[in-house]
């Protein structure tokens, strides 16, 4: 299987084909994967050199002139270094983006701390009128990226190496149910997936599957208490409790609690893998079962 961030490419190259107001703006990431694209395209794939706050800049003067730019680097060059850029360039402006990460929270630990943006999500959450896509699986990944390629607005499109086994049919709007259960509500953002299918398989829970996370579906998670308990899982791959106000004022008029899962402040100084973080974070299926186990009691009963 190929990966979120090679599916990019390949789509993004064919999408330069067959729309002349689309360019793609680099900064030295994944430039060998556009090499074909730029020799086709030599006005439209913009290398910037290591330079992420001219990445975005470069990006945002080209929106002001009607192009549509597709923006890429590792995300912790693409939001955190140049978030004042992202601020004034694209929101301040008023003009319309497409910010296509990688690397996810902690996709290539070996990279250190410096390539690792667990809070990329809520901090563009600070912004407003912001699309924020999270998929799970390279189909989706494409799906998204070419509805985020024909729109005027703002889209962020967070891919990772982490990734679930089976595509779904997403649209880039609200949540999708699963399956219903009684005894509380899990969330499983994008490639969360697979660890929470597992982790809840002997509980009796409805699964919602979100890879649209701003805006936040509240009327799915409302429609989703009316048959289950008001106990809400949030199982990010991002800063843990990034959505949680966004569900808490979905139910705010609904006794409820929430248990938010992601990743923690705490700064793990260790390389290792990405399997391993992912147990240190207590995002595995082992950890999560335990976890929701223990937030939703003896009514989690069984399947």
């Known amino acids: 299987m190929d990966t979120m961030r090679d599916r990019f490419i390949s789509t993004a ?3 330069l084909d067959e729309d002349p107001r689309l360019a793609v703006v680099l900064a030295d990431i994944s430039t060998d994967g556009f090499a074909p694209a730029q020799r086709t395209h030599p006005d439209r794939v913009i290398n910037v050199g290591i330079r992420e706050q001219l990445l ?25 270094r140049p978030f004042e850029q992202v601020k004034l360039d694209f929101q301040h402006q008023g003009t319309g983006a497409v910010l296509v990460s990688a690397g996810g929270s ?17 901090l563009m959450d600070t912004l407003d009128d912001w699309t924020i ?27 990772s190496l982490q990734q679930n086994e089976e595509p779904l049919p997403v649209t880039g709007e609200g949540f999708l149910t699963l399956r219903e259960g009684r005894s509380g509500v899990v969330v499983a953002v994008g490639p969360m997936l697979g660890a929470v299918t597992e982790a809840v398989a002997d509980l009796d829970v409805t699964v919602l599957y979100a890879t649209t ?16 308990t008001a106990d809400i899982v949030l199982v990010e791959p991002y800063l843990a409790g990034t959505s949680t106000a966004a569900a808490s004022d979905a139910l705010r008029d609904i ?25 240190a974070q207590r995002l595995d299926p082992a950890s999560l079962r335990e976890d929701i186990g223990a937030f939703l009691g003896a009514s989690a009963g069984g399947r």
């Open 13 to 15: 190259s064919r999408l």
């Open 56 to 80: 975005v800049g470069v990006g945002g003067g080209l929106a002001l002139t009607g192009v549509r730019p597709i923006v890429h680097t590792f995300a912790s060059f693409l939001v955190e």
């Open 106 to 122: 902690y996709d290539w630990p070996s990279g250190g701390f410096t390539h690792m943006a667990p809070g990329d999500v809520a």
């Open 133 to 159: 896509h999270v998929p799970g699986h390279p189909d989706e990944a494409e799906a998204l990226l070419r509805r985020a390629a024909t729109g005027d607005d703002r889209v962020y499109l967070r891919l």
């Open 213 to 228: 996370v701003r805006p936040f579906d509240g009327a799915a998670l409302r429609r989703a208490t009316e048959t289950a």
């Open 255 to 279: 006794p409820h609690r929430i248990l938010a899962r992601g990743v923690g402040r705490k700064e793990l100084r260790h390389y290792g893998e990405m399997s391993e973080h992912l147990a």
